[in-house]
Nanobody, 124 residues
């Protein structure tokens, strides 16, 4: 059974850092694009970043502050978040989609598998 489990969320002060993990089970990451998304209270879910065999992609809101990486052997994708701002507060989700596309990934694709989310709160 394909499953994604996020971890690493928590409370952090503005300017601080967190590293989120997305652990996959039931499949190997090799043929999947993994995306990170977030949903703040009262707002729609938005894409944050994704990573494919061609490399990472970042939405403008996090470019230069967040770094996505993947360890296929550990079947885990990470999201290193630095210089966090209060507006980064949200539930963060990882999601997976299988693809043979070899170009840069996008967060507006139809991701088929989703984790349960982890809360990130940036507040002083």
């Amino acid at each position: 059974q394909l499953q994604l489990v996020e971890s690493g969320g928590g409370l952090v002060q503005p300017g601080g850092s967190l590293r989120l993990s997305c652990a996959a089970s039931g499949f190997t990451l090799d043929y999947y694009v993994i995306g990170w998304f977030r949903q703040a209270p009262g707002k729609e879910r938005e894409g944050v970043s994704c990573i494919s065999s061609s490399g990472p992609m970042y939405e403008d809101s996090v470019k230069g502050r967040f770094t996505i990486s993947r360890d296929n052997a550990r079947k885990t994708v990470y999201l290193q978040m630095n210089s966090l701002k209060p507006e980064d507060t949200a539930v963060y989700y990882c999601a997976a989609v299988v693809t043979t596309f070899r170009g840069v990934c996008r967060t507006d694709w139809s991701y088929a598998y989703w984790g349960q989310g982890t809360q990130v709160t940036v507040s002083s």
